[in-house]
């Protein structure tokens, strides 16, 4: 048991390798990091969704960026999109599950907002409508997936791709990823 404990983390670190040896990926990461900046100095929001553990992923790094990091300083505007239960359940059961998003990017989603859209497979049904709206919107759109990007990565400004297959390690380096961009935005705007 101890040893399948320890190639399970052989397995994480892998992966986080993987990352530090991909300099697209890190360069991609570094925009990203950078043009959430400048949206929240644009005094625009961002805003995350997923679904089951993604969405509890977009959750969490929503709450980094508008409680606080690592700085004691002034909250930011990040929402993640499914926290709302009476909203979620009404339309997905008026318009469909895969409507729950995308309706709400049209109500709130502004020209020069960020989408974080977080699925490991980059194919779920109401995070690629919820793309759609955003391009409409005039948003931009951050893609948070597994290896291939899967549907998701025809219409992604930036592509965050976890180099891999299996959803436990790539959720692991969403949250790694996420927290990353969070201290680097952090420090933009207030300082390393």
Excluded at 2 to 22: G, T
Excluded at 103 to 110: M, N, T, Y
Excluded at 154 to 175: C, F, K, M, W
């Amino acid at each position: 048991m101890k040893q399948y404990i320890v190639n399970k983390i052989r397995e994480s670190i892998a992966v986080k390798e993987a990352i530090c040896r991909d300099e697209p990926l890190l360069d991609t990461i570094k925009a990203v990091a950078a043009t959430i900046t400048q949206s929240l100095q644009a005094d625009h929001k961002i805003l995350f969704c997923g679904n089951g553990g993604s969405a509890a992923d977009a959750q969490h790094l929503a709450a980094e960026f508008s409680g606080r990091f690592y700085k004691d300083r002034n909250p930011l505007y990040a929402e993640a999109l499914h926290c709302n239960t009476s909203y979620l359940t009404a339309v997905g059961n008026d318009y469909g599950y895969d409507q729950v998003y995308a309706r709400i990017l049209k109500g709130i989603g502004r020209p020069g907002d960020v989408l974080v859209g977080i699925s490991t497979s980059g194919n779920s049904a109401n995070i690629l409508e919820a793309i759609k709206v955003a391009k409409e919107q005039g948003m931009i759109v951050v893609s948070m997936t597994g290896n291939t990007g899967g549907k998701m990565k025809a219409g992604s400004d930036y592509l965050i791709n976890v180099p891999s297959n299996d959803t436990p390690r790539i959720q692991e380096a969403h949250i790694l990823i996420g927290h990353i961009i969070c201290e680097i935005v952090e420090n933009n705007l207030f300082g390393a």
